[in-house]
């Protein structure tokens, strides 16, 4: 069990790898071995808090299934096991920012001095600007 933070861990029975052929370069490689992991990772919603829940969801709705089961796929290196650390360090990184709480900013009040000043040089430039119009001429 790897803890994140308080409440928020990822069990390593959940975590299921599977190995597939990597696209891209790599020449006779790429053909003969089975170097790209697929990581599923089952979400019982019932074991984390809704708000951690809420925020993988906002996150990383791409990420996950139907079923509830994040996917992760890494085919950047040649090597199987270097694939599958790298697939388990993004799993936890998924799951750190998906931890991170936002704090609720209150609006600050304006002081009373603040709004009567600001009304004042409203008023004031008003009629400054008043004052440079053509006056109208009324017959």
Do not use: C
């Not at 803890?3 to 990822?10: D, E, G, R, T």
């Not at 790429?30 to 708000?51: C, G, H, M, R």
């Not at 990383?60 to 697939?87: D, G, Y």
């Amino acid at each position: 069990m790897i803890l994140i933070a308080k409440n928020i861990y990822i069990e390593d029975e959940r975590i299921k790898y599977k190995a597939i052929k990597s696209s891209g370069s790599g020449g006779q490689n790429i053909n003969k071995v089975s170097t790209a992991i697929i990581l599923q990772y089952e979400l019982f919603y019932k074991d984390y808090p809704k708000w951690f829940i809420q925020n993988l969801e906002n996150n990383f709705a791409n990420k996950i299934s139907k079923k509830n089961i994040l996917t992760i796929k890494k085919n950047k290196h040649r090597s199987q096991l270097t694939n599958k650390k790298e697939a388990l360090n993004k799993l936890k990184q998924i799951f750190k920012i998906s931890a991170k709480k936002k704090d609720f900013r209150l609006k600050t009040l304006i002081p009373f001095k603040s709004k009567m000043k600001r009304s004042s040089l409203k008023i004031k430039n008003s009629k400054k600007k008043e004052s440079r119009k053509t006056p109208k001429i009324e017959y």
